[in-house]
């Protein structure tokens, strides 16, 4: 039988058959996937094959075979800095929700998961969320934002969803396909998911006051079918993203506005760095590339924030 991994909770995997009927399955064994060290095998999103278990008593199934991956989106894992956590395959459009405060997202958490997307093949749209909660002030900051990854060519959407403002844009975006929110804890992830499809009531928590930070609600990634034609999965808060499997020479390539410059480089190898003739730093010099892309872009290079970035709030592996 072949269907989709809606769940995973570690050991076993929630399954829609093409016929529509589910299904809790295992995997058998060691189960790698060649080319990737991930610590789960089996990710949400993912086509798969399985056999019904005539051993056992109630109707379950045994995973034999994943089908190729149109794309995944990975973080590293918690505990084993070599390997890596799929957080979900087979995505069509992910969305990144963002707040400037209550809790704030700061440009390189923005940049960092872009690029990430970038690198693994998959439309990333931010949302500003909360902005009925913003004074004037606030309002001017957010816009400045989103100007900047407008010009370099993401698609950006002020939101509210407690309010509902542009949540029907949102779901125009969303139809048809199989999209992902997420960002950090306290964002609104769940209260969009809500909002779009009040049915599926997913839990919510207010934020931490002392800490400026979302508390932890959704403890694993689960896709769930949504009455127009489309489907979402839910993530749980991330406060990082590390750079996964990447060369330092190809990071660039990852910043859309650096690669069009970058046939312009007096190197064909240029880091944008202390090199001669840089496009890339002569376009900065010029503030035609804005200083925070930039310096995501040389924190990644150099790593000088890797151990932030690895505190993830994720379940233990």
């Given at each position: 039988?072949?269907?989709?991994?809606?769940?995973?909770?570690?050991?076993?995997?929630?399954?829609?058959?093409?016929?529509?009927?589910?299904?809790?399955?295992?995997?058998?064994?060691?189960?790698?996937?060649?080319?990737?060290?991930?610590?789960?095998?089996?990710?949400?999103?993912?086509?798969?094959?399985?056999?019904?278990?005539?051993?056992?008593?109630?109707?379950?199934?045994?995973?034999?075979?994943?089908?190729?991956?149109?794309?995944?989106?990975?973080?590293?894992s918690v505990n084993l800095s070599k390997q890596t956590h799929i957080i979900a395959s087979n995505v069509d459009t992910v969305f990144l929700l963002v707040t400037l405060n209550n809790p704030p997202t700061f440009t390189a958490f923005i940049d960092r998961f872009l690029v990430t997307a970038e690198a693994?093949?998959?439309?990333?749209?931010?949302?500003?969320?909360?902005?009925?909660?913003?004074?004037?002030?606030?309002?001017?900051?957010?816009?400045?934002?989103?100007?900047?990854?407008?010009?370099?060519?993401?698609?950006?959407?002020?939101?509210?969803?407690?309010?509902?403002?542009?949540?029907?844009?949102?779901?125009?975006?969303?139809?048809?396909?199989?999209?992902?929110?997420?960002?950090?804890?306290?964002?609104?992830?769940?209260?969009?998911?809500?909002?779009?499809?009040?049915?599926?009531?997913?839990?919510?928590?207010?934020?931490?006051?002392?800490?400026?930070?979302?508390?932890?609600?959704?403890?694993?990634?689960?896709?769930?079918?949504?009455?127009?034609?489309?489907?979402?999965?839910?993530?749980?808060?991330?406060?990082?993203?590390?750079?996964?499997?990447?060369?330092?020479?190809?990071?660039?390539?990852?910043?859309?506005?650096?690669?069009?410059?970058?046939?312009?480089?007096?190197?064909?190898?240029?880091?944008?760095?202390?090199?001669?003739?840089?496009?890339?730093?002569?376009?900065?010099?010029?503030?035609?590339?804005?200083?925070?892309?930039?310096?995501?872009?040389?924190?990644?290079?150099?790593?000088?924030?890797?151990?932030?970035?690895?505190?993830?709030?994720?379940?233990?592996?």
């Amino acid at each position: 039988m072949t269907g989709t991994v809606y769940k995973s909770t570690g050991s076993w995997y929630t399954v829609k058959a093409e016929d529509g009927r589910w299904f809790e399955c295992r995997i058998k064994g060691k189960f790698r996937i060649k080319g990737i060290k991930s610590t789960n095998p089996v990710a949400v999103g993912d086509v798969v094959d399985f056999d019904l278990d005539t051993k056992s008593d109630v109707e379950t199934g045994v995973i034999t075979n994943i089908h190729l991956r149109e794309n995944y989106i990975v973080r590293k894992s918690v505990n084993l800095s070599k390997q890596t956590h799929i957080i979900a395959s087979n995505v069509d459009t992910v969305f990144l929700l963002v707040t400037l405060n209550n809790p704030p997202t700061f440009t390189a958490f923005i940049d960092r998961f872009l690029v990430t997307a970038e690198a693994y093949h998959i439309k990333a749209v931010l949302l500003f969320n909360k902005i009925d909660t913003y004074n004037e002030e606030e309002i001017l900051e957010i816009r400045y934002l989103a100007a900047i990854y407008r010009e370099i060519g993401y698609e950006c959407v002020g939101i509210s969803a407690i309010t509902g403002k542009n949540v029907d844009t949102v779901k125009e975006m969303m139809e048809g396909k199989t999209c992902m929110f997420t960002g950090h804890s306290g964002v609104g992830k769940s209260t969009l998911v809500n909002a779009i499809e009040p049915t599926l009531d997913l839990k919510t928590k207010q934020i931490s006051v002392q800490h400026s930070q979302g508390q932890h609600t959704t403890t694993f990634a689960e896709m769930f079918d949504l009455g127009f034609n489309a489907r979402i999965i839910d993530t749980p808060g991330i406060k990082g993203f590390g750079i996964v499997d990447m060369e330092r020479e190809e990071i660039g390539d990852y910043f859309p506005e650096f690669f069009a410059l970058k046939s312009e480089c007096k190197f064909n190898n240029c880091l944008h760095l202390e090199e001669p003739k840089c496009a890339v730093k002569a376009a900065l010099e010029n503030d035609e590339i804005p200083w925070s892309r930039y310096k995501s872009y040389t924190q990644m290079l150099t790593g000088d924030d890797e151990q932030h970035y690895r505190k993830d709030i994720y379940p233990e592996e």
